[in-house]
């Protein structure tokens, strides 16, 4: 069943821009969600670059992308934002009227939120796994060739081709190889990135013939009805051979796509959602969008440059969740109601 | 500047002017180059701004990182000619320099 949860302002991204929303709704008493496909906070600085310095945050010479995130989470600790994380919102409704807006939110995991406003700080849209460009590949899709592992037993008494050279691939090849019938690791090159015990252990396993490991390039796919019968793998001397397998479980990493938002009746310009630069919301009155996945006259996708259309928009939504309230301006600096909120005074 | 040419999967072919010290990434991103996504804006993090090196041209642009190399298992097609176009700097030795963008890469 359904459960259906409550809040002012649903944030759809719990990446810088998403985090540092809460902080400014959160000033303005609004309450917040936050919605991540990733399973932890940070979005692209906690996924593609927790170690990388970066030296456009306006106070920090240098700080990494980790320390961003753990410094925003502890920035809005204060206002106890609800995460829903590993979740991917597919669908969104609206309820209300453009005076009065009413969102509900439905994520892949059978949650449904109702908010007042909704904010879209998606970035680049949703990480997804990559899918090699093999000819015919998407006819064997959730059948017989998956980017996860939902049920183990699907594999059980299967061969299963594993291919990639990352944590994942090898994980899944240590996992499954006690379930499958037989793990095939297929990688480019004798050399993996993953944890050095997942790597031991693999050799082990393949040194005593109980893994296959083949160096090489899955090339194509054959079979029928969504049912791989074989792969054809390119090794790396450039022969090509079929390899019989029922399961392929390819491991290249994620890719950011626009995914379900393209959607839900927003107004998009080339995967962007264009809003106005006072209060930065979208064709869909209550609906925000802030960071990367908006564009206006001047854009710049800047971590800082999405801190400030946070803040903006955070003005305007308070006129939709308290819209007999009037809303004053204040400085943290001299409000002892801000500072009480942020439980320093 | 360095003159640096584009040819994309079908075989369409374009030449720029690139800045040196630049990326090879940066300069198809200013140009509007199709086929180079460089989804982290080059923190060689994401493996969508691959390339082939033409071959007349890899012992100019050097070998990829053991980084690179890493991030490379996350791109499709790999050879061994392939690097990531947001870790190849141009400079004065590299005008002319040639390079392929694969069908797919992300």
Redesign the interface.
Known sequence: MTEVLSTDVAIIGAGPIGLFAVFELGLLDIKAHLIDILPKAGGQCAELYPEKPIYDIPGFPVINGQELVDNLMKQIGPFGPKFHLAEMVERMEVLGTPERPLFRIGTDNEKAIEAKSVFIAAGGGSFQPKRPPIPGLDAYENQSVFYSVRKMDHFKGRRVVIVGGGDSALDWALNLHPVADRITLVHRRDAFRAAPHSVNAMRELVNSGDMEFVLGQVTGVKGENGQLSALTIRRENGETYDHACDDMLPFFGLTMKLGPIAGWGINLNENLIPVDTAKFETSVPGIFAVGDINTYPGKLKLILSGFHEATLAAQRAHHYVYPDKKLTFQYTTSSTSLQRKLGVS | MAKITFIDATGQSRSVEAQIGATVMETALRNSVPGIEA???G?C????CHVYVAPEWTEATGKASQME??M???????RPNSRLSCQIKVSEALDGLTVTTP??Q?
């Open positions: 989804e982290c804006g923190a993090a994401c493996a969508t190399e890493d490379l298992d996350f791109a499709f097609e790999v069908p797919k992300g």
